[in-house]
Every structure is written in structure tokens, then in C-alpha cells.
């Protein structure tokens, strides 16, 4: 292989190299992440991602170089996932317009790629930080510019633009506090420098004519997750989704609760003394209205066959619907309470697993309807939503919900009549009054946000910080509770997960109503993976 450029299969073997060795680092990115809490996915992401391109540019085996740069941009782009994803596919299309037309590229032209793939991955983060992996994508593309300045051959080149990137690295922890305090560097960042020594892997291998084979690591146990949540609520026990709201005065939300307990599942009733949303799965609906009945006027009564809807939503005669809602959650009893508000189609995913770009298009794409909203549930999953969102034919709405709570008070008071942009405002404010917070167990010892924390102690996170650590749960659960409702809260709402048994949630959230008498308190079960329990506060 010559060192001055290089041609289409030479790039090929290239990008197989680095996916490679994406597979073999991905578990220590994951490791890189901030909080000690199980859902580092850092790597998994970028690997994901980049598999998927190169995948794409396998199919184009034998094109001319631009050409593969093009599939493998293509291929990053709807594989993407998290935004370590996104930013990733972001920099392999500005890659990609530079290489344009290009038969062979030479290191001028790798610098180009470079600098266009830097300025891309600016240009899709809305507020750009450095310390992360543009910093890195950026002084890698200096590395380049400064090595065609030089004249160096591709190798020397890319071996000085690799150092310039490796010293950004290390560098980051000085440019975001929050890093050093958590002693690692940028996960981000990390996998880009192992991408790039890949690349410097592959070229060695090259040089001695050895072939490369792809290693596919790609995420069985992913494909096996989801298609067990798609099979989740197959049977539907209670055929009647009963919704109305209550006026009167003095309404007693919990007495209501525990007189419709009893008539079906998937209960909720949410609002205050004087209005109140009730919400039930029932095989009796005329039981509940009459219940209902008992505390004041009923309006908005709306009571639909979930079999019939279930049977319309699988015909392919199905009528269009004036809107529709895909909704990303990750847990049966998350999954169920999401269909049962009116999602469409629930992608399963979030929290340790962002689903693709090609994913949640695939959603969008399968409600019959012309306009969606897409509710991403997760910070990681929001930079994917607007990629799909651009990509779909259809009229698309993103609520920028953050967190699982913030989606089902979307949710709630979504109308599908009117414009999809004055429904999408009302859904995002009603997610703004919810505070939410999570409860996990640390997954190694740390030092943050002034707490000393062993792996295996039980840590509450709200909006990035840490508040309370412990190796019991239910002090751990009360902090947490306390600083959620600092700020008049009536309402708190606990989704228990995976690892929890129900008489364990129960016990917990009995001792939190003495605790907190003038709150109410209600209890769903989540089934969320790693999170003991998602909290919050309205």
C-alpha cells in the first residue's frame, strides 16, 4: 500500500480496523462515564454507529474511495445512537463531502475530511463544549493540517494528527470541572483516538499485505431485549381504557384510588382537591364512571376497546389517525403505562440502550399518521429524534421530554386535533412542571458532589448532580423525595423497577406517606433495568 494515498478498498480495510478496535475498547469507554451509575453507553454507541456505516460501505466493496466514504456516512447516519452516536455520523459527513468525487485520497484531502467533519459536529450541537469530542475531533484535524504543511507522508500524518488527538484527551478533564472531579477523561473523546488508531492499525497491517476481517460484535443481546419487549402485553386482560376527569370539591384522590384499584389496572389518578384525571384498564367501565360518580361531575368521558384498537393497529385497512405519538421507554410496566396513554409505538430503549436514528424512523414511519410527535424520553436520545426528525418524510415534532415522568405528563394532556406545534408546546410545558430523579447503585467508588461513595451504595441523581448515597434504600429514597418536593409539590409518583419486589415498593412507599403526610403518594410498577426507582414530584 502506498503511504502517499490511499484507494477505496485500502480506505475499507481502513474503517474495518478501527471498527475492530471500537469492539474490543467499547466496554472501557463505557467505563469513562461521569456518575458511577450502570449506564455508561458511551462506546457501545460509537461502536453501534460505526459498525452500521461500515456495514453499509462493505455493500460498495470495490467503489472508488469518496464513494465509500459517502455508504459509510450514509450507514453512521441512520445507525446512529446517543449523541456520541450522532456527533460521530456528524463528523463522517463532513468526511464524506470532502472526499467527494475522490478516486484516491491523498493527505491533503484527509485533512479537508477532517476539518469539514469538525465543523459538522459543531455545527449539530446546539451548544457546543469544549473538552468533549469535538475538542478532540478538532485538534485532530489541526494534527492534519499541520502535517500536509510539513509534507509528511499518510502515515507520518496520521501518527502526528493521532498524538495531537491523544494529547486533547488527556487535556479535557482541565476544560470540564466535572470530569476531573470524576478523574476520567472524555468518553467521547476516547473514541475517536481509538478509531483513529485503528486506522494506524490497519495501516501497518496493510504494509505487511495482511487482510483484514470485521469482527461483528454487534449487540445480540440488544436484538434479544428488544424483541422480547416487543412481545410484552401481547394479551390484553382488560379490554376498556376508561379516561374522564372529576370536578367537584374536596376531592380525595387517594379514597378514589383505592375504590377503583380493584376494577382493572394501569390506574392513575393525578390532579387536585377540586380536578381530578382518572385513568384505568377495566373490563367494567360502567362501575367506574358510577365510583367516579360518587365524588363529582364527570366531563371528557372517553372509554375505548383496546382489543378492537389492538386489531386496527395490525390491519393494514386501519384508519389514519389525525396524530400520532412514539414514545422511547425501557420496562414492562414503563412500556404498558405508555400504550395505555396512547403511544402509538414504544420504543424500547433509553437509559444503557439508545436506540438508532434508523430505529426511531422505522417508528415514525409505522404510525399511521401523517404527523408525529416523538417523545425521546432520555438526554442521549434527543440528538437521534432531531436526525430522524429531518430525515422523515412526514410532519414531525420532537417534545424534548429528558426523563420517563416528563414523558407520561406529555402524554396526558396530549389532543391529537389542532397544530402539531401548539400541541407540542402544551406537551412540553406540562413536562417541565415535573421534577424527576433516579435512584441506582454506584458501580465504583467515586468522589462527587461533595459525597464519598462505595460501589454498591445506593446514590440519588437529579439533573446531573448526586444528592444523597447510602447503603440503605429508603434513606436514600427519602432524600431524594425531600429535595424533589422543596418547592410546593403535592403529588409524588414512584416507579419501581426490575430489582424490586413489590411488598418491598410498597413497605417503602407507606413509610414515605408518615414520613411525608401532606403528600401524595402513588406507586406503578416500572420494571425499568438498573434504576431501583424513578421519582417524581408535580
Same mark, same amino acid.
Given at each position: 500500500?502506498?503511504?502517499d494515498?490511499?484507494?477505496?478498498?485500502?480506505?475499507?480495510?481502513?474503517?474495518?480496523?478501527?471498527?475492530?478496535?471500537?469492539?474490543?475498547?467499547?466496554?472501557?469507554?463505557?467505563a469513562?462515564?461521569?456518575?458511577?451509575?450502570?449506564?455508561?453507553?458511551?462506546?457501545?454507541n460509537?461502536?453501534?454507529?460505526?459498525?452500521?456505516?461500515?456495514?453499509?460501505?462493505?455493500?460498495?466493496?470495490?467503489?472508488?474511495?469518496?464513494?465509500?466514504?459517502?455508504?459509510?456516512?450514509?450507514?453512521?447516519?441512520?445507525?446512529?445512537?446517543g449523541? *456520541?452516536?450522532?456527533?460521530?455520523?456528524?463528523?463522517?459527513?463532513?468526511?464524506?463531502?470532502?472526499?467527494?468525487?475522490?478516486?484516491?485520497?491523498?493527505?491533503?484531502?484527509?485533512?479537508?475530511?477532517f *476539518?469539514?467533519? *469538525?465543523?459538522?459536529?459543531?455545527?449539530?450541537?446546539?451548544?457546543?463544549?469544549?473538552?468533549?469530542?469535538?475538542?478532540v475531533?478538532?485538534?485532530?484535524?489541526?494534527?492534519?493540517?499541520?502535517?500536509?504543511?510539513?509534507?509528511?507522508?499518510?502515515?507520518?500524518?496520521?501518527?502526528?494528527?493521532?498524538r495531537?488527538?491523544?494529547?486533547?484527551?488527556?487535556?479535557t478533564?482541565?476544560?470540564? !470541572?466535572?470530569?476531573?472531579?470524576?478523574?476520567?477523561?472524555?468518553?467521547?473523546?476516547?473514541?475517536?483516538?481509538?478509531?483513529?488508531?485503528?486506522?494506524?492499525?490497519?495501516?501497518?497491517k496493510?504494509?505487511?499485505?495482511?487482510?483484514?476481517?470485521?469482527?461483528?460484535?454487534a449487540?445480540?443481546?440488544?436484538?434479544?431485549?428488544?424483541?422480547?419487549?416487543?412481545?410484552?402485553?401481547?394479551?390484553?386482560?382488560?379490554?376498556?381504557?376508561?379516561?374522564?376527569?372529576?370536578?367537584?370539591?374536596g376531592?380525595?384522590?387517594?379514597?378514589?384510588?383505592?375504590?377503583?384499584?380493584?376494577?382493572?389496572?394501569?390506574?392513575?389518578?393525578?390532579?387536585?382537591?377540586?380536578?381530578?384525571?382518572?385513568?384505568?384498564?377495566?373490563?367494567?367501565?360502567?362501575?367506574?364512571?358510577e365510583?367516579?360518580?360518587?365524588?363529582?361531575?364527570?366531563?371528557?368521558?372517553?372509554?375505548?376497546?383496546?382489543?378492537e384498537?389492538?386489531?386496527?393497529?395490525? *390491519?393494514?385497512?386501519? &384508519?389514519?389517525?389525525?396524530?400520532?405519538i412514539?414514545?422511547?421507554?425501557?420496562?414492562?410496566g414503563?412500556?404498558?403505562?405508555?400504550? =395505555?396513554?396512547?403511544?402509538?409505538?414504544?420504543?424500547?430503549?433509553?437509559?444503557?440502550?439508545?436506540?438508532?436514528?434508523?430505529?426511531? &424512523?422505522?417508528a415514525?414511519?409505522?404510525?399511521?399518521?401523517?404527523?408525529?410527535?416523538?417523545?425521546?424520553?432520555?438526554?442521549n436520545?434527543?440528538?437521534?429524534?432531531?436526525?430522524?426528525?429531518?430525515i422523515?418524510?412526514k410532519?414531525?415534532?420532537?417534545?424534548?421530554?429528558?426523563?420517563?415522568?416528563?414523558g407520561?405528563?406529555?402524554?396526558?394532556?396530549?389532543?391529537?386535533?389542532?397544530?402539531?406545534?401548539?400541541?407540542?408546546?402544551?406537551?412540553?410545558?406540562?413536562?417541565?412542571?415535573?421534577?424527576?430523579?433516579?435512584?441506582?447503585?454506584?458501580?465504583?467508588?467515586?468522589?462527587?458532589?461533595?459525597?464519598?461513595?462505595?460501589?454498591?451504595?445506593?446514590?440519588?441523581?437529579?439533573?446531573?448532580?448526586?444528592?444523597?448515597?447510602?447503603?440503605?434504600?429508603? !434513606?436514600?429514597?427519602s432524600? &431524594?423525595?425531600?429535595?424533589l418536593?422543596?418547592?410546593?409539590?403535592?403529588?409524588?409518583?414512584?416507579?419501581?423497577?426490575?430489582?424490586?419486589?413489590? =411488598?418491598?415498593?410498597?413497605?417503602?412507599?407507606?413509610?414515605?406517606?408518615?414520613?411525608?403526610?401532606?403528600?401524595?403518594?402513588e406507586?406503578?410498577?416500572?420494571?425499568? !433495568?438498573?434504576?431501583?426507582?424513578?421519582?417524581?414530584?408535580?
Amino acid at each position: 500500500m502506498g503511504f502517499d494515498s490511499f484507494n477505496g478498498k485500502e480506505f475499507l480495510m481502513m474503517l474495518v480496523g478501527s471498527a475492530n478496535l471500537l469492539a474490543e475498547h467499547k466496554s472501557e469507554i463505557d467505563a469513562l462515564n461521569v456518575f458511577p451509575v450502570p449506564d455508561g453507553d458511551t462506546g457501545t454507541n460509537m461502536y453501534l454507529t460505526f459498525l452500521s456505516g461500515v456495514k453499509e460501505a462493505r455493500e460498495k466493496k470495490g467503489a472508488a474511495a469518496g464513494e465509500i466514504a459517502a455508504a459509510m456516512a450514509q450507514g453512521c447516519l441512520l445507525g446512529a445512537r446517543g449523541n *456520541s452516536g450522532v456527533i460521530l455520523s456528524q463528523i463522517l459527513s463532513g468526511f464524506a463531502k470532502a472526499l467527494e468525487g475522490k478516486s484516491r485520497v491523498c493527505t491533503a484531502d484527509v485533512a479537508a475530511g477532517f *476539518s469539514e467533519g *469538525s465543523e459538522a459536529a459543531y455545527r449539530a450541537v446546539m451548544n457546543p463544549a469544549e473538552g468533549t469530542i469535538l475538542t478532540v475531533c478538532k485538534r485532530l484535524a489541526e494534527g492534519f493540517d499541520e502535517g500536509v504543511r510539513r509534507h509528511y507522508d499518510m502515515l507520518r500524518a496520521m501518527f502526528h494528527a493521532y498524538r495531537q488527538a491523544q494529547q486533547a484527551l488527556a487535556e479535557t478533564p482541565d476544560m470540564l !470541572p466535572i470530569l476531573k472531579e470524576a478523574g476520567v477523561v472524555d468518553a467521547g473523546g476516547r473514541g475517536l483516538v481509538v478509531i483513529l488508531e485503528g486506522i494506524l492499525h490497519a495501516l501497518k497491517k496493510a504494509a505487511a499485505r495482511q487482510e483484514l476481517e470485521l469482527f461483528d460484535l454487534a449487540a445480540s443481546q440488544q436484538k434479544e431485549f428488544i424483541a422480547r419487549a416487543r412481545e410484552v402485553n401481547q394479551v390484553i386482560q382488560f379490554t376498556y381504557c376508561t379516561e374522564m376527569i372529576v370536578g367537584g370539591r374536596g376531592l380525595p384522590l387517594d379514597q378514589m384510588r383505592r375504590e377503583l384499584a380493584p376494577y382493572g389496572d394501569c390506574l392513575m389518578v393525578v390532579g387536585n382537591d377540586e380536578t381530578a384525571k382518572v385513568h384505568i384498564h377495566s373490563n367494567h367501565p360502567g362501575l367506574v364512571l358510577e365510583c367516579c360518580l360518587k365524588y363529582g361531575a364527570l366531563n371528557n368521558v372517553q372509554i375505548s376497546n383496546m382489543e378492537e384498537q389492538h386489531r386496527e393497529l395490525n *390491519s393494514p385497512s386501519g &384508519l389514519e389517525k389525525p396524530l400520532g405519538i412514539v414514545s422511547v421507554g425501557q420496562g414492562e410496566g414503563i412500556i404498558n403505562i405508555m400504550e =395505555s396513554l396512547g403511544a402509538d409505538s414504544v420504543i424500547p430503549g433509553g437509559q444503557t440502550m439508545n436506540p438508532s436514528t434508523e430505529v426511531i &424512523l422505522e417508528a415514525i414511519n409505522r404510525v399511521r399518521a401523517d404527523r408525529v410527535i416523538v417523545l425521546p424520553n432520555n438526554s442521549n436520545v434527543v440528538m437521534a429524534v432531531e436526525q430522524a426528525k429531518k430525515i422523515s418524510g412526514k410532519e414531525v415534532e420532537m417534545v424534548k421530554t429528558l426523563n420517563i415522568p416528563q414523558g407520561l405528563a406529555a402524554m396526558l394532556v396530549h389532543n391529537p386535533y389542532g397544530d402539531i406545534g401548539d400541541i407540542a408546546r402544551k406537551m412540553a410545558a406540562a413536562a417541565e412542571s415535573i421534577k424527576c430523579g433516579e435512584v441506582t447503585r454506584a458501580v465504583r467508588d467515586t468522589q462527587m458532589d461533595g459525597l464519598n461513595i462505595s460501589a454498591g451504595d445506593y446514590i440519588a441523581v437529579v439533573e446531573d448532580r448526586i444528592l444523597a448515597s447510602g447503603t440503605q434504600l429508603h !434513606p436514600v429514597v427519602s432524600g &431524594l423525595v425531600k429535595t424533589l418536593v422543596a418547592e410546593a409539590a403535592e403529588i409524588v409518583t414512584l416507579y419501581y423497577g426490575a430489582g424490586i419486589s413489590g =411488598s418491598e415498593a410498597e413497605s417503602l412507599a407507606e413509610g414515605l406517606g408518615k414520613e411525608f403526610g401532606e403528600l401524595e403518594i402513588e406507586l406503578h410498577y416500572g420494571g425499568q !433495568p438498573h434504576y431501583q426507582f424513578i421519582i417524581s414530584a408535580e
